[in-house]
């Protein structure tokens, strides 16, 4: 496959395939850091994904169970984070990751 060929298929702008992966998939990483930002540094840290769901459920995955323990008393702060990126979310999941 030539090089412009991928650049096409991967362009965000080209609508449908992989485009979209390649945009949700920024989001996704922008919505970390955001998240990131918004606890303090040791906390910020356990983080390692999260996302927002159509039904607005904002899911965040920590790297382990204790992280996850300690980060479902951050909900609010969360949601408050997700918010201010200009989605609308309404309830908070935390979970374990899996590597």
Do not use: Y
Request: aromatic share 2%; proline share 1%; hydrophobic share 40%.
């Amino acid at each position: 496959m030539s090089e412009k060929r991928l650049e096409k298929l991967l362009n965000s702008s080209n609508s449908g395939g992989l485009g979209d992966i390649v945009q949700h998939a920024r989001e996704m990483g922008n919505l970390v850091r955001t998240l990131q930002q918004a606890l303090p540094d040791d906390q910020a840290t356990a983080i390692s994904a999260a996302n927002i769901r159509a039904d607005g459920t904002l899911v965040v995955l920590a790297s382990s169970s204790a992280w996850a323990a300690r980060l479902r008393f951050e909900t609010e702060r969360l949601i408050a984070a997700a918010r201010s990126t200009g989605k609308t979310v309404l309830a908070c999941s935390v979970r374990v990751g899996r590597n």
